[in-house]
Nanobody, 124 residues
């Protein structure tokens, strides 16, 4: 079972930036597809971004496209989410997730392991 630990959340003003990181345990991290989801208060958890095992293929939800960048460092078992031009509507708990299978879908059920989440709050 892969363990995922997120870090980097915090409070930032609108227009600012944050960089989230997710550290993964396990020797086979480089074969996993990774993703970030988020859950705002009173809303369902939603897909944010995903990256395949090599890092050559990425996918973004429309609300974050052009502002967020997902990347991975297989040598250090980490996946990152660089968030720029943050908006108050980006406020949420952000979760890291992974799957041992090739990334194909933006759904929660496609990912078998999850972190505990990190809070991101964007003030207006």
């Amino acid at each position: 079972q892969v363990q995922l630990v997120e870090s980097g959340g915090g409070l930032v003003q609108a227009g600012g930036s944050l960089r989230l990181s997710c550290a993964a345990s396990g020797r086979t991290f480089s074969s996993y597809s990774m993703a970030w989801f988020r859950q705002a208060p009173g809303k369902e958890r939603e897909f944010v971004a995903a990256i395949n095992w090599s890092g050559r293929s990425t996918d973004y939800a429309d609300p974050v496209k052009g502002r967020f960048t997902i990347s991975r460092d297989n040598a250090n078992n980490t996946v990152n989410l660089q968030m720029n031009s943050l908006k108050p509507e980006d406020t949420a708990v952000y979760y890291c997730a992974c799957t041992a299978f090739p990334y194909t879908r933006r759904t929660e059920t496609a990912f078998g392991s999850w972190g505990q989440g990190t809070q991101v709050t964007v003030s207006s």
